[in-house]
């Protein structure tokens, strides 16, 4: 197990739609539909969210890069795994960093 990894607490559900909210907030700001999805760190999905004109692969995308966070110890702030996807990928990764502060 690396040293990040074992350094996260775990994100609690309340926390994870806190995330999910700002998520979906900063993304309407944005005019973005978007899905997300949040997990804690052994990648346990906690969260999903979807904008009702998100495209159709968007949760799938969001779940990948959520798990992947997960995995490779990739977490934003050492709190959030998370994906964000329906914009393009500057987007999403601010949007996803926006959320990721709601819970500092």
């Known amino acids: 197990m690396s040293e990040i990894y074992k350094?996260?607490?775990n994100i609690t559900s309340v926390e994870a739609k806190c995330v999910g909210n700002h998520a979906l907030h900063?993304?309407?700001?944005?005019?973005?539909?978007?899905?997300?999805v949040v997990v804690d760190r052994a990648g346990v999905?906690?969260?999903?969210e979807m904008d009702d004109?998100?495209?159709?692969?968007?949760?799938?995308?969001s779940?990948?890069?959520a798990k992947r966070a997960s995995r490779y110890a990739c977490a934003l702030h050492g709190v959030v795994p998370m994906g964000v996807s329906g914009g393009p990928g500057e987007q999403d990764i601010s949007?996803?960093?926006?959320?990721?502060?709601?819970?500092?």
């Open 7 to 9: 350094k996260w607490r």
């Open 26 to 36: 900063q993304a309407s700001e944005l005019g973005i539909p978007v899905s997300i």
């Open 45 to 48: 999905i906690l969260l999903v």
């Open 53 to 61: 004109d998100a495209s159709p692969g968007t949760p799938e995308e």
């Open 63 to 65: 779940t990948v890069e």
């Open 95 to 104: 949007i996803a960093l926006a959320a990721a502060e709601s819970i500092k």
